[in-house]
């Protein structure tokens, strides 16, 4: 074993031994991993192809049927002349009990793997979902590593549900840990699906049609209080105590410290709101004068709404005073849940009408543009009530008020078409997209100003380990923003079959990160990505800089074994690719050669096999520095091959030095990406500007000591006594600018 030279910072891999006989069996035991983890997943495979169904068939089964409508004995196509898809009508004899169709023939709505998931679904006669089947799909996320059975739990929480009912991912379903888009859509898939049967067997009208309704100023009357809350104008939640303990029985808050104030009769809110935008409403409530000054502070596509109480229970409780944000209660619409902050409340001093009762709480509350809020659709005021269950514990519950506006209020337009699903999910996501886009601005302008940081490397070094924890952290356990073989082998697939943007757009983190990572592919090449972007990679830099902060061995092949070992990740990506062809699903589960979906989107919660085998690369890169990204990620082979296109060479080098036979840079070179003759190897490189940095140390790097001497030893010559100012300009300017330096640069 052989130590290079050592380097003057401590961060060198000088302290590592080079054994090569250490990494001879690196390739065999990933091989024999990998192998087992197949094995193990076949189970599961061919579990789930016993899924019975087909996408696009045109009769169902009887006998899958049956749970979900007992008693039937005979199906036939559903005879309703506006039907456009198939669909069953299921019988008892001649009584007939509902229906049944498979959702891919209805809503085909692509999921993450751009391919719909394919659902048997059952509605009765009322309209309520009486099955909600999982039949096929080509989800990655559930082919291996989620149990098969948590997508059809979920998929089961449907059964029960009115097809206009509101179910959300969060609020009533829960959601699957690292399956949430393929989640979002199953849940969009299963509601929209069977809303659009119902509508087109007459169980309910059709939602297509629905128009999108504004509220007429011409309309107004003078109306007393006990008229406007006589026809729906003011809404109306009473509770007592009664009922409002009777919703916690069962709970932990029931006995908590005696909850109960008062007797079970009193009232515990008597609450009132209504919608103040209608002028029969907005105006006998505040005046002329008040309601005028209301609408004339609303921009364009604001709504105000009124809520008013008494009793013990203070709807606005004191949430608001330490966050800003009203947490005891919401309006919900459709799908969307608007809360109110303190910046959208409005004091309300008095109102017009004589004959209202007096409250102890009255305000005006704006809903925002940003909220879509439909005046002409039905909405809830929902009350959210706490009461402790321990000394650091609260159990909670909500009481819900429905509210719809008179149509004697409203214009309707013409029906609008609905909201793209990809659309929702990025509003849903407008947090988590501005997290990273500031991540990507941010290492925008780290490659952007990679010279000046490289000469300031006390401010580079620290920089990029923040970068690494933000991409660990964030990117990948938070947002799980983490790039895989298997997104690359969609997209081969989707560009030579039915290509579609919004199999794309459904999951806009992802998107972004890959339009990103194709921008930099062609400005800078590979290893932006996998140096700074790429969670596991992150993962296992910080391992390695913690193993070699404990001065834990380093072990370094020889460069020929070195460029052999390369070779592994590209016969890997070659090998998917072309079973990819044959079969996208068998393509898929080989793909657990990757360990990401283990140690990154699932957070090490999988069988112990997977664990291992993740937790084997990562003490791998205590050791080594990342062996796993440097001999084995078909991911990084494949960003590799698309780095061959990029346009520039930023990595600066010194002609007739680098590698002739100055070899420090290479020594540093914690991937060995520096050919012995000083090269950079672009494709292997993982950009972390190292050697950028040793460039710019006139201590270290032998031209630039060089240069430092002569410059030094002219200044010398003009005497002892000379100061700084009097040293020769030239000079003064080769000293302070390193980019002077004849013939350093190799583009």
């Not at 100023?217 to 109306?223: D, G, K, N, Q, T």
């Not at 409002?244 to 808050?253: E, L, R, S």
């Not at 070779?567 to 793909?591: C, H, N, P, Q, T």
């Amino acid at each position: 074993m052989r130590s290079p030279p050592p380097r003057g910072d401590g961060h060198s891999r000088a302290s590592r031994s080079r054994s090569p006989t250490r990494l001879h069996h690196l390739p065999l035991l990933l091989a024999g991993l990998l192998i087992w983890l197949l094995g193990a997943t076949s189970t599961q495979a061919l579990e789930f192809d016993q899924y019975p169904g087909e996408l696009g068939s045109a009769r169902l089964d009887l006998a899958l049927l049956t749970p979900a409508f007992p008693g039937a004995n005979r199906i036939a196509d559903a005879e309703t002349p506006d039907l456009e898809w198939p669909v069953s009508a299921v019988y008892h004899d001649d009584e007939l009990l509902g229906y049944a169709f498979e959702s891919a023939q209805v809503t085909p709505i692509p999921a993450y793997s751009g391919k719909p998931v394919n659902l048997l679904i059952g509605i009765d006669l009322d309209a309520k979902i009486t099955q909600a089947k999982v039949l096929n799909h080509a989800e990655p996320i559930m082919l291996v590593g989620i149990p098969q059975q948590k997508l059809d739990d979920f998929a089961g929480a449907h059964v029960g549900a009115r097809v206009t009912d509101r179910l959300a991912v969060g609020e009533g379903l829960d959601a699957i840990s690292g399956a949430t888009v393929t989640v979002i859509v199953v849940n969009d898939t299963i509601l929209r699906a069977a809303r659009q049967v119902a509508a087109a067997v007459g169980l309910i009208a059709d939602p297509s049609a629905a128009p999108r309704a504004t509220v007429s100023p011409e309309v107004f009357s003078a109306e007393s209080w006990a008229t406007l809350t006589a026809d729906g104008s003011i809404g109306h939640l009473r509770l007592t105590n009664g009922t409002v303990d009777d919703a916690f029985i069962g709970t932990p808050a029931e006995h908590y410290l005696n909850n109960a104030k008062g007797p079970r009769d009193a009232t515990f809110i008597d609450l009132y709101f209504a919608y103040l935008d209608a002028p029969t409403i907005g105006r006998n409530l505040l005046g002329e004068r008040g309601f005028a000054a209301l609408m004339k502070g609303l921009e364009p596509g604001e709504h105000a709404v009124v809520v008013m109480a008494s009793g013990d229970y203070s709807y606005k409780g004191s949430g608001y005073v330490r966050g800003g944000i009203f947490d005891r209660i919401e309006l919900v619409q459709n799908n969307a849940t608007i809360s109110f902050h303190d910046r959208d409340q409005k004091r309300v001093n008095r109102f017009a009408l004589d004959d209202m009762p007096a409250f102890s709480e009255r305000d005006i509350f704006i809903i925002r543009e940003a909220a879509d809020f439909d005046p002409g659709s039905p909405w809830q005021l929902n009350l959210l009530v706490r009461r402790a269950s321990g000394p650091l514990s609260n159990e909670f519950t909500r009481f819900e008020a429905d509210y719809a506006l008179p149509e004697a209020y409203l214009e309707r337009p013409q029906p609008v078409t609905p909201t793209p699903l990809w659309m929702k999910v990025w509003q849903d996501k407008t947090p988590e997209v501005i997290g990273l886009g500031i991540g990507l601005v941010t290492l925008t302008l780290i490659l952007a100003f990679q010279d000046a940081l490289a000469r300031r490397p006390r401010l580079l070094r620290p920089l990029r380990t923040a970068f690494l924890i933000y991409t660990l952290v964030f990117v990948g356990w938070i947002a799980l923003v983490q790039l895989s073989i298997v997104n690359l082998l969609a997209l081969v697939h989707s560009l030579t079959h039915q290509f579609q943007w919004s199999a794309f757009l459904i999951d806009p983190l992802m998107f972004v990160m890959w339009t990103f990572v194709a921008m930099t592919l062609v400005l800078w090449g590979r290893g932006v990505y996998c140096g700074w972007l790429c969670p596991f990679g992150a993962l296992q830099d910080l391992v390695n800089r913690v193993a070699r902060y404990l001065k834990v061995p380093q072990f370094e092949p020889s460069f020929a074994l070195h460029q052999r070992l390369w070779v592994i990740k590209y016969l890997v990506l070659f090998a998917l690719v072309g079973v990819s062809f044959y079969s996208l699903g068998d393509a898929e589960r080989l793909a657990e050669i990757e360990p990401f979906k283990t140690a990154i989107t699932l957070h090490f919660m999988r069988d112990w096999g997977f664990v291992a085998y993740a937790l084997a690369l990562i003490v791998a890169s205590a050791f080594t520095h990342k062996a796993y990204c440097r001999y084995v990620c078909p991911l990084g082979a494949g960003l590799a091959i698309g780095g061959r296109l990029r346009l520039f060479d930023w990595l600066r080098r010194h002609r007739g030095h680098c590698g002739t036979p100055c070899q420090i840079c290479a020594h540093d070179c914690e991937v060995a990406a520096i050919h012995p003759d000083g090269r950079i190897d672009a494709s292997e490189c993982h950009y972390c500007l190292d050697c950028q940095i040793t460039f710019d140390d006139d201590q270290r790097c032998p031209p630039r000591v060089k240069r430092r001497k002569r410059i030094t030893r002219d200044t010398s010559h003009a005497g002892a006594d000379a100061t700084v100012d009097a040293a020769p300009r030239g000079a003064q300017r080769h000293l302070a600018d390193p980019r002077r330096i004849p013939c350093q640069q190799e583009h």
